[in-house]
DNA sequence: CTCGAACTTGACTAAACGGTCATCTCCGAC
DNA sequence: GTCGGAGATGACCGTTTAGTCAAGTTCGAG
């Protein structure tokens, strides 16, 4: 009765478990005993929260942050404005929880990607098939390449909301530091030349997410699907590399 | 009297020249004769016009679309609301204009840079190095590494005013041309080894734009240094050309 | 001097914006 | 059963937004 059967969305990854209050709730939830002893339920029953924050992925991705308003946001999530500010102190609160939510999901998936049983330059090649494929299903599921979520909303907020800024950065880095381990490793296996596996990183960082900048633009997955191929360019590498272990 | 000396900005390239009324102005200049018979003075005395779309530029590359308010760059460019819509028919009018005359701006120097003249791989070569020192001089202007503009503005506005994605897109597209150009060349003249030259535009103008997004995103020149010596291994070259014709 | 068109101006609007708040409901703990 | 707090709600607020407009001013052409 109070709440009209309206849900119908949950498009992409599973954000269920990944959002354990990473964006910190509104003040009142901050000044008082937030931490308390856990007895009660941590994960609360409503998912007014995480539907907030799909929404709020959903709709800043397609277009970007600053064209998205917290009403927009309220509507699709099917939330009223009162309880938004229940459980965040601002749109940039939202926002950045929305970051953090979104690359929790992410994260597992790249810590299989990346996981030290394999050849280092297997987790590289595993990578860019995954990326390529990823963003053929979001364009089926959204319509057209959306590119990488951090990245796009970093651009547009190098300068304004500082916080939602440092997060988009953060986030950059840390995706870098999988490239980075990945590299080091090759090179002490001796499948990459010695070299800074920083500055490689760096490197192939660019490139990867040059690429699906520009498949955003375009809507173009081409890119995209030669990475598999191309990705090695920027390790000075002329293809894929043929060794198994 | 009727003007407050207040004008100091002018700060990056030469708008002047580029300007001729790119972004077609007002509705009620398109419904009447626009197109007259220009004996009158086709650049017109003042330059309220130029002002509004230097202001843009600045504007909107240092934050985003979405965050830079008509006001605010009325306010900048010191002209009133309604010399505005006099000018454009609208905000995006506006951003339209003024990518088309950053990229006027631009394109001089890439006609330069890109000279049939020079050996292809030395084209390359001076882009890599030129992309370096702009983003230095910018940084040393705006206070903070800016990347692309149309690149920027681009990934944000992928969707929402279509006349500015679309902008954007013709612009990314043209740029990309050059590289292409310079690329096919460079297999005519056998320094590079056959290939299609498309896809491989495409994969260098990703890593340079990603090196660009990148830099913008961590106010970081460190990946633009570099680019002089890691632009070639997306073309699968290990380092610079050595030879001089 | 006169005329018309380019240009300028500031006051104006309606809508949308982010954010607030008193009040109510629900539900587990005691 | 009752108590307290998390959650939910819709009306509300002041500001800012893009865009309008009638009334000017400026200025070159005839």
Redesign the interface.
Known sequence: MTRPPRGREDEVGELRGAMQRTGRAAEKAQLRGDERSSTTALVSRGDARERLIRATIDLSW??????VSVDAICERAQVRKGSFYHFFASKDDLVVAALDAHWETRRPVLDELFSASRPPLQRLARYFAHISERQAEIRGQYG?VL?CFH??I???????PPAVAAK??EI??ALRRYLETALRDAQAAGALPPGDPV?AA??L???????L??A????DL??LR?LPR?GW????L?GPPQQST
């Open positions: 397609t277009s970007s942050y600053g064209a057209r590119g990245n796009t970093g651009s547009e907020c190098v300068q304004r988009a950065q950059s880095l500055a760096k490197s960082s660019a490139f990867v997410q040059g690429a900048a520009q955003r633009v375009h809507d081409e890119l030669q191309t360019l920027a390790l000075g002329a």
